[in-house]
T-cell receptor, first 117, second 111 residues
Framework: GAVVSQHPSWVICKSGTSVKIECRSLDFQATTMFWYRQFPKQSLMLMAT?????????EQGVEKDKFLINHASLTLSTLTVTSAHPEDSSFYIC?????????????FGDGTRLSIL | GDSVTQMEGPVTLSEEAFLTINCTYTATGYPSLFWYVQYPGEGLQLLLK?????DKGSNKGFEATYRKETTSFHLEKGSVQVSDSAVYFCALSDGSYIPTFGRGTSLIVHP
């Protein structure tokens, strides 16, 4: 079945570092991908919708200059956390809708645990 | 706007107990409904789905029926196992590709 690969799975870095997270659709094309941030009490927060060949659509309250999204091809979207600080530490997850209509499920990456020291 | 409400967890059960996790939704149209499961340290996986009223989704012993009259999609399993311990998310998709998720319900199953 369709698979979404997310890399890296775990990042530990110093404050001020920029971190790039990749999300790839392995056997299908994804014109749209979603980026979520998951907080310790489990809820998923939609950060932005990544659109192939155009600008991402950010949710209210998400800093677009802080969380840079690039969707340069039909199989790859990247999220760059710029100048990361400890408050950016979180679990980040990407997803892509299976093609065929909005009644199709999302395919999720395995997530990236980001820890900023 | 659309919304999904799930029962708060954690839900703690003994092995072989019956499970129900409640989910209700509000939507303007006729959404598709989903249950996803997240095991510790992993992303979400589709557990089951239903696309129209009275449809029953089922997988791995879990079931959920799309109830339009009560706008519900409760998740059930007759006999849970320790390996079912995870966080379960109810979700809907209303015709756009942007899904709406519930807050998630943690299930803990003890031997």
């Amino acid at each position: 079945g369709a698979v979404v690969s997310q890399h890296p799975s775990w990042v530990i870095c110093k404050s001020g570092t920029s971190v790039k997270i990749e999300c790839r659709s392995l056997d299908f094309q994804a014109t749209t991908m979603f980026w979520y941030r998951q907080f310790p009490k489990q809820s998923l927060m939609l950060m932005a919708t990544s659109n192939e060949g155009s600008k991402a659509t950010y949710e209210q309250g998400v800093e677009k200059d802080k969380f840079l999204i690039n969707h340069a091809s039909l199989t790859l979207s990247t999220l760059t956390v710029t100048s990361a600080h400890p408050e950016d530490s979180s679990f980040y997850i990407c997803s892509a809708p299976q093609t065929g209509g909005s009644d199709q499920p999302q395919h999720f990456g395995d997530g990236t645990r980001l820890s900023i020291l | 706007g659309d919304s999904v409400t799930q029962m708060e967890g954690p839900v703690t059960l003994s092995e072989e107990a019956f499970l129900t996790i409640n989910c209700t939704y509000t939507a303007t149209g006729y959404p598709s409904l989903f249950w996803y499961v997240q095991y510790p340290g992993e992303g979400l996986q589709l557990l089951l789905k239903a696309t129209k009223a009275d449809d029953k989704g089922s997988n791995k012993g879990f079931e959920a029926t799309y109830r339009k009259e009560t706008t519900s999609f409760h998740l059930e399993k007759g006999s849970v196992q320790v390996s079912d311990s995870a966080v379960y998310f109810c979700a809907l998709s209303d015709g756009s590709y942007i899904p709406t998720f519930g807050r998630g319900t943690s299930l803990i199953v003890h031997p």
